[in-house]
């Protein structure tokens, strides 16, 4: 990022990971200089979780690194619990990193007696401990203001525009692509970065797992060879073969995927497998990637160095605006 790294008071921080992405919170040690702190997590014999900080916390200021990835309730319980014992342990200041805030999609009431879940979310965050949350690209923009903490979401489009940009893609031949108009401004300042056009899909959900795209918003793709998909996230990933299907209808032959949050749920890897004009599918390490949902063409980014840099302004009290983009401006 062209700044010198600032130093950490090593005894006075203290970093600790749940069991859902250790490997990102191991990166985000490596960013940090500190040591990754252990944890002790089992069961009883009445399946109630048991979690242990292995160091002390008092007067510390406390990091705690969870992705909210399957199985979701256990991991959100275990962070729950991880920021209680922080707080009931006396530590400074207790800041939950979640990577990958699934709920996020739980954004309103669009049916009767449901939950606006990721409301609740944010409260129960704040209720067990929380003194602060910092996250990784919302996927509804107006989740931020469920927060009654201060919140950073960050982004890593800054991330995806270093690794295409030695490409030197040509706008005359590259079109990126959003799946909907809700993604449609953060796919743009993508495309801004590398020069390129940009158009959106006309997405209806019509479930969990099934979508219907009844064409592009804005600029048309005919006269294009190749489409950037731009999305936060993929999950059972009916949005982006559905997308994918209607781009080579429409005369592209070459499709590269990139989105933040790549869980690849199901049977998405198969699906996705079975496009041929998928030449790329490039995703980060929110969500770890186990080797059964791992594809070829696959490519994973590390967002170590996005959580480490924001972690380290934020503790020299410094802006995180000077280094990233988030919240409404972002989506």
Same mark, same amino acid.
């Given at each position: 990022?062209?700044?010198?790294?600032?130093?950490?008071?090593?005894?006075?921080?203290?970093?600790?990971?749940?069991?859902?992405?250790?490997?990102?919170?191991?990166?985000?040690?490596?960013?940090?200089?500190?040591?990754?702190?252990?944890?002790?997590?089992?069961?009883?014999?009445?399946?109630?979780?048991?979690?242990?900080?292995?160091a002390?916390?008092?007067?510390?200021?406390?990091?705690?690194?969870?992705?909210?990835?399957?199985?979701?309730?256990?991991?959100?319980?275990?962070?729950?619990?991880?920021?209680?014992?922080?707080?009931?342990?006396?530590?400074?200041?207790?800041?939950?990193?979640?990577?990958?805030?699934?709920?996020?999609?739980s954004?309103?009431?669009?049916?009767?007696?449901?939950?606006?879940?990721?409301?609740?979310? %944010?409260?129960?965050?704040?209720?067990?401990?929380?003194?602060? $949350?910092?996250?990784?690209? &919302?996927?509804?923009? @107006? *989740?931020? +203001?469920?927060?009654?903490?201060?919140?950073?979401?960050?982004?890593?489009?800054?991330?995806?525009?270093q690794?295409?940009?030695?490409?030197?893609?040509?706008?005359?031949?590259?079109?990126?692509?959003?799946?909907?108009?809700?993604?449609?401004?953060?796919?743009?300042?993508?495309?801004?970065?590398?020069?390129?056009?940009?158009? %959106?899909?006309?997405?209806?959900?019509?479930?969990?797992?099934? $979508?219907?795209?009844?064409? &592009?918003?804005?600029? @048309? *793709?005919? +006269?294009f060879?190749?489409?950037?998909?731009?999305?936060?996230?993929?999950?059972?990933?009916?949005?982006?073969?559905?997308?994918?299907?209607?781009?080579?209808?429409?005369?592209?032959?070459?499709?590269?995927?990139?989105?933040?949050?790549?869980?690849?749920?199901?049977?998405a890897?198969?699906r996705?497998?079975?496009?041929?004009?998928?030449?790329?599918?490039?995703?980060?390490?929110?969500v770890?990637?186990?080797?059964?949902?791992?594809?070829?063409?696959?490519?994973?980014?590390?967002?170590?160095?996005?959580?480490?840099?924001?972690?380290?302004?934020?503790?020299?009290?410094?802006?995180?605006?000077?280094?990233?983009?988030?919240?409404?401006?972002?989506?």
């Amino acid at each position: 990022m062209g700044q010198t790294k600032l130093k950490f008071n090593r005894d006075e921080v203290r970093l600790f990971s749940g069991r859902s992405n250790p490997a990102l919170a191991a990166g985000i040690a490596e960013h940090l200089d500190v040591p990754l702190e252990d944890t002790k997590v089992s069961r009883f014999s009445n399946d109630n979780l048991f979690v242990q900080l292995g160091a002390s916390v008092r007067g510390r200021i406390v990091y705690i690194v969870q992705s909210l990835v399957p199985p979701v309730s256990d991991n959100l319980m275990e962070l729950l619990m991880m920021l209680d014992i922080a707080q009931s342990a006396s530590a400074r200041e207790v800041h939950a990193i979640i990577p990958y805030f699934s709920y996020a999609r739980s954004d309103k009431k669009d049916a009767p007696r449901i939950s606006i879940t990721a409301r609740l979310v %944010a409260d129960l965050l704040k209720t067990a401990g929380a003194t602060h $949350v910092m996250t990784m690209q &919302l996927h509804s923009p @107006q *989740v931020h +203001g469920f927060f009654a903490l201060p919140t950073d979401p960050l982004t890593a489009r800054g991330l995806f525009g270093q690794y295409f940009r030695p490409q030197n893609l040509s706008p005359e031949e590259v079109v990126v692509v959003a799946p909907d108009v809700g993604g449609a401004k953060s796919a743009n300042r993508f495309a801004q970065m590398l020069g390129l056009p940009a158009a %959106a899909g006309n997405k209806s959900r019509l479930s969990d797992s099934e $979508v219907h795209i009844g064409g &592009l918003i804005g600029r @048309q *793709v005919k +006269g294009f060879k190749h489409a950037l998909i731009f999305d936060d996230e993929i999950a059972t990933g009916g949005t982006v073969v559905e997308l994918c299907r209607l781009l080579i209808d429409l005369g592209i032959e070459k499709l590269t995927i990139i989105c933040t949050h790549g869980l690849f749920l199901g049977k998405a890897t198969e699906r996705l497998g079975r496009i041929p004009q998928i030449n790329e599918i490039v995703t980060t390490d929110t969500v770890p990637h186990p080797t059964e949902r791992f594809l070829p063409n696959m490519r994973i980014l590390s967002t170590a160095s996005i959580f480490g840099g924001a972690i380290s302004q934020n503790y020299h009290r410094r802006s995180i605006g000077d280094l990233f983009d988030f919240g409404a401006q972002d989506d």
